[in-house]
């Protein structure tokens, strides 16, 4: 008698075997092959189906979905390579085990096997007790691979839910905190409408990931979130700041940094909150970043910031042409910004000018 492979499918045992209800598929031009392997599998509980050719092996493993095929390494019009390079290609057909039949299992030929995703490659005459072993042990190796991947998924959910959360914690901060910024801040909510807008136009010309693009359109908002911490004396000082009220000014950056990471937001807001006052060539603040060291994130709502701020009329300055905006911009290309961002910029002069236009304070 032999063992069973216990646990993985309902089964039961007759007087003389242990007894399987798994099927497998046997696929090959030869009618003796597939009457062989049914002869070895069949008493032991095993329903055994066989194909002919490998495009109708291929449509019914898609359709029928067996627990495992025996192959022929001869398989018209493909091979039994082929055949089972496809079956592991599909992630929804993956994890079904592939057994090549060969009349001569040479290692080169065993390698190949190996090498498409076979459990292994039998040679021929078939023996019935080498067969069964690795039918079994093939079937054991299954039903790990689907648990992994059964639990791989349930924490791709918890993932995707904790992330849904992170966002509704960071949407109920940016609604809540642009409330205060309009209490504390001279900018207006209507220079966090265009700094986002601005910010999405070049997130979108820099190419960069939908989802990164949506992430820097919300949380640039949030940019100047650390004001709240700033005196009114500061904030709404008519004229230029003393040099001690400018280095309390730059505070702001790492005090927003702080109620965001504190608050659990997500980690994009508090990277635009910390580093939007860096600059491309070293001289920002607050920890004078360089270059590609400064995150991407950053340097979008950097730009966007400067080019609100130069072509909007604040408490301490009057407002410049925006023709004359792009210029300062272009002559900071590779100082204060990013040249590959202000090329975006350039690219996209029109709808910024359109931006600017619909969203006056
Ligand atoms: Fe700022
Ligand atoms: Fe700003």
């Given at each position: 008698?032999?063992p069973?492979?216990?646990?993985?499918?309902?089964q039961?045992?007759?007087?003389?075997?242990?007894?399987?209800?798994?099927?497998v598929m046997?696929?090959?031009?030869?009618?003796?092959?597939?009457?062989?392997?049914?002869?070895?599998l069949?008493?032991?509980?095993?329903?055994?189906i066989?194909?002919?050719?490998?495009?109708?092996g291929?449509?019914?493993?898609?359709?029928?979905?067996?627990?495992?095929?025996?192959?022929?390494v001869?398989?018209?019009p493909l091979?039994?390579?082929?055949?089972?390079?496809?079956?592991?290609?599909?992630?929804?057909?993956l994890?079904?085990?592939?057994?090549?039949?060969?009349?001569?299992?040479?290692?080169?030929?065993?390698?190949?096997?190996?090498a498409?995703?076979?459990?292994?490659?039998?040679?021929?005459?078939?023996?019935?007790?080498?067969?069964?072993?690795?039918?079994?042990?093939?079937?054991k190796?299954?039903?790990?691979?689907?648990?992994v991947?059964?639990?791989?998924?349930?924490?791709?959910e918890?993932?995707?839910?904790?992330?849904k959360?992170?966002e509704?914690v960071?949407?109920?901060?940016?609604?809540?905190?642009?409330?205060?910024?309009?209490?504390?801040?001279?900018?207006?909510?209507m220079?966090?409408?265009?700094v986002?807008?601005?910010?999405?136009?070049?997130a979108?010309?820099?190419?960069?990931?939908?989802?990164?693009?949506?992430?820097i359109?919300?949380?640039?908002?949030?940019?100047?979130?650390?004001?709240?911490?700033?005196?009114?004396?500061?904030?709404?000082?008519q004229?230029?700041?003393?040099?001690?009220?400018f280095?309390?000014?730059?505070?702001?950056?790492?005090?927003g940094?702080?109620?965001?990471?504190?608050?659990?937001?997500?980690?994009m807001?508090?990277?635009?909150?910390?580093?939007?006052?860096?600059?491309f060539n070293g001289?920002?603040?607050?920890?004078?970043l360089?270059?590609?060291?400064?995150?991407?994130?950053?340097?979008?709502?950097?730009?966007?910031?400067?080019f609100?701020?130069?072509?909007?009329?604040?408490?301490?300055?009057?407002?410049?042409?925006?023709?004359?905006?792009?210029?300062?911009?272009n002559e900071?290309?590779?100082?204060?910004?990013?040249?590959?961002?202000?090329?975006?910029?350039?690219?996209?002069?029109?709808?910024?000018?359109?931006?600017?236009?619909a969203?006056?304070?």
């Amino acid at each position: 008698m032999e063992p069973v492979s216990g646990g993985l499918k309902s089964q039961r045992r007759s007087g003389v075997h242990a007894v399987s209800t798994f099927t497998v598929m046997v696929a090959s031009p030869d009618g003796a092959l597939v009457a062989e392997v049914t002869s070895f599998l069949a008493p032991f509980g095993y329903r055994v189906i066989g194909v002919g050719d490998s495009m109708t092996g291929l449509e019914r493993i898609r359709g029928e979905r067996p627990d495992l095929v025996v192959a022929d390494v001869d398989l018209p019009p493909l091979t039994g390579f082929e055949l089972c390079q496809s079956v592991k290609q599909d992630p929804s057909l993956l994890v079904i085990p592939v057994l090549l039949v060969t009349d001569t299992a040479t290692d080169d030929l065993r390698v190949r096997a190996l090498a498409v995703g076979a459990d292994d490659l039998l040679g021929r005459p078939v023996h019935g007790l080498i067969l069964r072993a690795r039918v079994r042990a093939s079937l054991k190796a299954k039903a790990y691979l689907q648990q992994v991947l059964k639990d791989r998924g349930r924490l791709e959910e918890l993932v995707k839910e904790r992330m849904k959360d992170i966002e509704r914690v960071t949407l109920g901060l940016v609604a809540a905190l642009e409330r205060t910024n309009r209490f504390n801040d001279a900018d207006t909510g209507m220079h966090i409408r265009r700094v986002s807008a601005y910010s999405e136009l070049l997130a979108r010309g820099l190419e960069l990931e939908p989802s990164l693009t949506s992430r820097i359109a919300r949380y640039s908002s949030l940019h100047d979130v650390g004001k709240v911490g700033l005196p009114d004396s500061i904030l709404k000082k008519q004229g230029k700041l003393t040099p001690e009220e400018f280095e309390a000014m730059k505070v702001h950056t790492t005090f927003g940094n702080e109620i965001l990471l504190d608050a659990g937001a997500d980690p994009m807001a508090c990277s635009i909150a910390f580093s939007h006052h860096e600059r491309f060539n070293g001289s920002g603040y607050p920890m004078g970043l360089s270059g590609n060291a400064i995150p991407i994130e950053a340097r979008v709502v950097a730009l966007a910031d400067v080019f609100d701020a130069l072509t909007t009329r604040r408490c301490y300055k009057s407002a410049i042409r925006p023709e004359e905006a792009f210029r300062v911009v272009n002559e900071e290309s590779g100082k204060h910004f990013d040249p590959g961002i202000v090329r975006v910029l350039n690219l996209c002069e029109q709808q910024f000018l359109q931006i600017l236009a619909a969203n006056s304070d």
